[in-house]
């Protein structure tokens, strides 16, 4: 007569530790709950401790005194640019170079004032170089049908497309996809990292980036992505097929298309790395698969039909040619280019590296952010 009661008090049993020994196998580094995503951070997507400069954390100082890496810090700016570039330069100075003395190279369409060089320089701890960018790297090239061309920037304009009718920003885009890894200031080196004038580096970064990406076999570094607007690339991804199909040489094995597309493939769902930043290897894009995918890219026009920008271009080829592995999210260093900023939101991270963001209005998991697509990726 208790075999009712009995047999609920049973299976209540088996539901109760079911239940606990999921929770246990999730938690913490499990995407079960999003307590656990707020309260730790991912699993291999950290810096470890050895890394970091910082005595109080630091247990092995050999790694804390290896020196730099072949490496330099570039931005791409106009003399117009001046006050945000020293701006940029002071963040990041005051958050991790003057650590270091990683150098700058800065790039112009046109002569840098020596107003601009003198306040420029004033503001490094290290070297610094000024560039001027060749002509056959920025203008529209000479085949481009104009008439083409017009039509492409007049649709988008009427579309209400950000810098729709802008050539210099397409220029900016196929010189930042194709060209600022040729530059003679740069070539000399092999790591970079890119800065836009006026953005903000919200934390210490009390490690060397490019030793870790180096020690880890790591290509692309990033801490934003997000949605591209498709209007900008209708053709894009057609192209990129064609690509696969005529260079299948090219496409690593285990590589990042899975967080591109999910239908292995078919349509693109826009997700990319937000280029402003970037911290990554330039002989990945100087090697044979991106120089056969930005030509095959180029000839098709679409920097100027159309809008592409070197964000999906980089992306979209970090995740064809690399391994999944070489592309590394760099959750530590809170960064901001308007109007988006990354946050680290792990209250540990937080608060050792001196961040002074706020976690709560991080873009990670904005309803425009690609995290989700990226942890589902990765299979935190
Ligand atoms: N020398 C030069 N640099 C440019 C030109 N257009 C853009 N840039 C640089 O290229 C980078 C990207 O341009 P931005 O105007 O910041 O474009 P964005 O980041 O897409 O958009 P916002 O920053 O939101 O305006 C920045 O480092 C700019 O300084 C140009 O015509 N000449
Ligand atoms: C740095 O890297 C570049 C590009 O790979 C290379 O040409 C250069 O020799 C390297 N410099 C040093 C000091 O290793
Ligand atoms: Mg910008």
Redesign the pocket.
């Known amino acids: 007569m208790h075999t009712a009661p009995r047999y609920f008090l049973v299976v209540l049993a088996i539901v109760v530790s079911v239940h606990y020994i999921l929770s246990f196998t999730h938690d913490g580094y499990g995407r079960a709950t999003s307590i656990s995503r707020f309260m730790r951070p991912r699993p291999d997507n950290t810096v470890p401790d050895e890394y970091y400069t910082n005595h109080l954390i630091n247990s092995s100082l050999h790694i804390a005194s290896r020196g730099r890496a072949?490496a330099t810090f570039v931005i791409l700016a106009r003399n117009s640019d001046l006050e945000n570039t020293v701006r940029s330069i002071r963040r990041i100075e005051d958050r991790f170079n003057t650590r270091h003395h990683y150098p700058f190279v800065l790039l112009n369409d046109e002569p840098f004032t020596e107003e601009f060089k003198r306040r420029v320089s004033a503001v490094v701890s290290g070297q610094i170089m000024y560039g001027q960018v060749p002509r056959e790297h920025w203008e529209q090239p000479a085949w481009i049908d104009e008439d083409l061309a017009t039509k492409g920037r007049d649709a988008l304009v009427a579309d209400n497309v950000i810098y729709g009718g802008s050539v210099s920003y397409r220029n900016m885009c196929r010189f930042n996809s194709g060209f600022f890894f040729k530059h003679p200031l740069m070539?000399?080196?092999?790591w970079y990292w890119r800065i836009e004038p006026d953005v903000h580096f919200h934390c210490d970064i009390n490690f060397d980036p490019f030793l870790f990406m180096q020690d880890r076999n790591k290509v692309y570094g990033w801490t934003i992505t997000m949605y591209e607007f498709d209007k900008t690339i209708p053709s894009l991804w057609g192209h990129v097929r064609d690509f696969i199909k005529l260079h299948p040489e090219h496409i690593a094995k285990d590589n990042a298309l899975g967080f591109m597309t999910h239908d292995n493939g078919e349509r693109y769902n826009l997700c990319h790395f937000w280029s402003n930043f970037e911290i990554a290897d330039?002989?990945f894009w100087r090697g044979k698969a991106y120089q056969d995918f930005f030509e095959y890219l180029d000839s098709k026009g679409g920097f100027y039909y159309e809008r592409w920008g070197d964000a999906p271009v980089h992306s979209i080829a970090a995740g064809l040619f690399a391994h999944r592995d070489q592309l590394h999210f760099f959750e530590e260093i809170g960064y901001e280019h308007n109007p988006y900023t990354h946050c680290p939101k792990d209250p540990d991270m937080w608060r050792k590296n001196r961040c002074g963001c706020e976690p709560s209005r991080s873009f990670d998991y904005d309803g425009y952010s690609c995290m989700r697509q990226w942890d589902e990726f990765v299979g935190n």
């Open positions: 072949n070539e000399q080196f092999r330039m002989n």
